[in-house]
């Protein structure tokens, strides 16, 4: 189950299923593992035994990004949008592999963080915004306070 998301250059991010535990996101139970039929089959799944729901609290979506097609000339304004493009990826590509391991360090049931870092979006659209949310991750006190109006244009902040 991976889902694509495009973005303005020919850059591809491959959106992983989520990474789950074992909580219920609706009454916050311990979840135990039943039979739940399927298509025909019965599957071991993991079943909330007073609300029956099935989905556990979300610790992290991983993303996999993918480098940017090579520079199909020689000139300059090809070569700079490919080093532009690469810098980019590289930047996001860092943001992504600390926000999860941030993600995965901070369990819901041990801290509280902000959504950002669970879910993964808003995402870093420019270069500059990759930079700064790259700073603001490392930065304890930047990741408690992360109000800046500087680092995302979504307005679903």
Known sequence: MADEVSVSNAMTIVIHADHRNGICNECNTRMEVRDVPLRDKLVKRPVC????????QLIVTPFTIQSPEPPKCLSFRCLGGFI??????AFLSSYHARRVAYAEANRPEKKEILDRYRTGYPSPQTLWQAIHANIKLKCPVCRKYNVDPLLFSDKNN
Request: with cysteine; charged share 15%.
């Open 84 to 89: 532009k493009d690469s810098l980019y990826i």
């Open 49 to 56: 035994p007073q609300c029956g729901g099935m989905t556990g």
